[in-house]
């Protein structure tokens, strides 16, 4: 039995009508780095991600192209698994709608809910959006159009309803004694005042105009709507089914966190809040509503071509580039925006000029003053000292922001660990001290003391750029890459360097994007 703590995190799962943009793996990228930290510190982590594969757009979109939509969504979810891959996503499970233990708990949860009274047979009337696949209330459509301008149609059928109101003031009541069950602060806010200030309607959760779906298994001309099918993959990820127990139920539910675009919100805090209350099971701990990218601070859209995918940015950038960038520029709690000016901007500043030459030079110098034998020195000026303090200040503070899950602020920590080292050489200017006296003790000193930096950068990094930090921990022979290593600045005692290669590429502005657009 792991005496690990468990920590399970997961992501919303993509729908498989079509493969995703940067936006949407921004988010597979934002939750790796947090597993990849999370396990860093020493937990169980169970890192669970997927694709969303039923409903119309799915059904008519197979039909277009004459295949069956078993097919189609074989086909979207493998290219989802691919692009995850070409970004280093070391998810734990990818979960499918489509996969048959998801399909059997799903019924079966549909069943308790119904023979509990939660559920009930009526008849849904209003303007649908087949782009949404959802009801549009009469509040919310202008000129005869759904929120994203979007065409709607009159739809009458009849459907099975979910009781909201057995469980709203619960969930009030929840939200108001747990304040960090939603993040950040304005998404709280933004739930409680539009959509449970007042009664909540109940929710049709079953569908009889299309077949690609769950059966309800006692009336199987329904088939189980999006936010029962969709949502429960967090719960049968698990193995969970009602009734039934389930070891990895029992190790890593409630989950620490839902990570989810801030647009799906609601579906999250507060239908899937109340299916877990009936279901009598824990609520997640937090549900955080990420911001999203924008395109030169517009929206992508396809309409608009604005859209950026990972296959053509990876054409342009390492996969570390692209990485560092969402990670780094997207704020917590604001949209974040992107253009290749913007890319190109802070892999030179960042990438390049910062850590790739702190590491390069380093290395350097190593090799032109000590041959690239580097041991052990203590620090005898202030500079080294100072530089020490940053070095083991750098991992607590990385914690407490991980913990709210501020990574831009925790990877900032370390890139402003690399500028400090940048500066420590141009204040202490070995190259001086190696003209006036080759054999001067400190200039080994100041040798040890950037190459036991890098190796703290290296290590740090792990979480968000793994190619790069396993690239640094290589070029100066460190096999210990554990954050129990970073309680020691000295830990790395003596090392033999050789010949460094560059980390990342400096692009010249107006020829890189030159050769971007064509």
């Given amino acids: 039995m792991t005496t690990k703590k468990p920590y399970y995190i997961s992501t919303a799962i993509a729908y498989a009508s079509a493969i995703p943009h940067i936006g949407n793996v921004y988010e597979a990228i934002l939750a790796d780095a947090i597993a990849r930290f999370k396990r860093l510190e020493g937990y169980d982590v169970y890192f669970q991600t997927g694709t969303d594969e039923h409903g119309l757009k799915i059904e008519t979109k197979a039909k277009e192209k004459k295949i069956e939509p078993q097919t189609y969504v074989d086909e979207i979810s493998q290219e989802i698994k691919r692009i995850y891959d070409l970004v280093d996503i070391s998810y734990d499970k990818f979960v499918r709608t489509s996969d048959d233990f998801h399909k059997k708990s799903v019924q079966s949860i549909f ?37 994203q301008g979007d065409t709607l149609v009159w739809m009458e059928e009849e459907v099975y309803f979910f009781k909201m109101s057995n469980y709203q003031e619960r969930l009030i009541q929840h939200i108001k004694n747990y304040p960090s069950f939603i993040a950040p602060e304005s998404r709280k806010n933004e739930m409680l005042q539009n959509f449970l200030s007042e009664p909540l309607p109940d929710l049709s959760i079953s569908r009889t105009s299309f077949k690609w779906g769950i059966p309800v298994l006692s009336n199987e001309s329904h088939v189980v709507y999006v936010w029962m099918d ?38 999250h805090t507060i239908y899937w809040p109340i299916f877990l209350m009936a279901l009598e099971l824990p609520l997640p701990k937090q549900v955080f509503g990420h911001p999203w990218i924008l395109v030169n601070k517009g929206k992508m859209s396809k309409s ?19 990485r ?13 925006n992107m253009t290749y000016e913007l ?64 990574v831009a602020d925790a990877l900032e920590v370390i890139v402003d660990l690399a500028r400090h080292a940048n500066k420590y050489i141009d204040l202490t200017e070995p190259f001086k001290i190696f003209k006036e006296n080759n054999e001067s003790l400190l200039i080994d000193e100041i040798l040890y003391h950037l190459i036991e930096t890098s190796r703290f950068i290296g290590i740090l990094l792990q979480a968000f750029i793994p190619d790069t930090a396993n690239e640094i921990l290589k070029q100066i022979q460190v096999s210990d890459q554990t954050f129990e290593s970073l309680q020691t600045f000295g830990f790395l005692q003596t090392t033999q360097l050789e010949k460094p290669t560059v980390l990342f590429e ?7 994007i030159e050769e971007i657009i064509g």
């Fill in 111 to 147: 069943d308790t809910l119904l023979k509990k009274g939660d559920i009930y047979l009526g008849t849904y009337q209003g303007w649908y959006s087949v782009s949404e696949e959802s009801y549009i209330q009469e509040k919310d459509i202008i000129d005869g159009k759904g929120p």
């Fill in 343 to 406: 890319v190109i901007e802070r892999n030179n500043s960042d990438l390049a000029n910062t850590i790739g030459n702190l590491v390069n030079r380093s290395i350097g110098m190593a090799l032109k003053y000590r041959d690239g034998k580097i041991t052990y020195q203590d620090a005898t000026i202030e500079a080294s000292l100072d530089l020490r303090n940053k070095a083991l200040q750098a991992l607590p503070v990385m914690k407490e922001n991980m913990d709210a899950l501020k």
């Fill in 324 to 336: 560092y960038y969402v990670l780094h520029e997207i704020p917590f709690a604001q949209d974040g």
């Fill in 230 to 267: 969709a949502l429960s993959n967090y719960i049968t990820g698990l193995n969970y089914e009602p009734h039934v127990s389930s070891k990895e139920m029992d190790r890593f539910w409630p989950a620490d966190v839902h990570l989810i675009g801030k647009d799906i919100l609601r579906f």
């Fill in 304 to 322: 608009v071509g604005n859209v950026m995918y990972v296959d053509d940015l990876l054409t342009h950038f390492k996969k570390d580039v692209l």
């Fill in 506 to 512: 400096r692009f010249d502005l107006d020829k890189k």
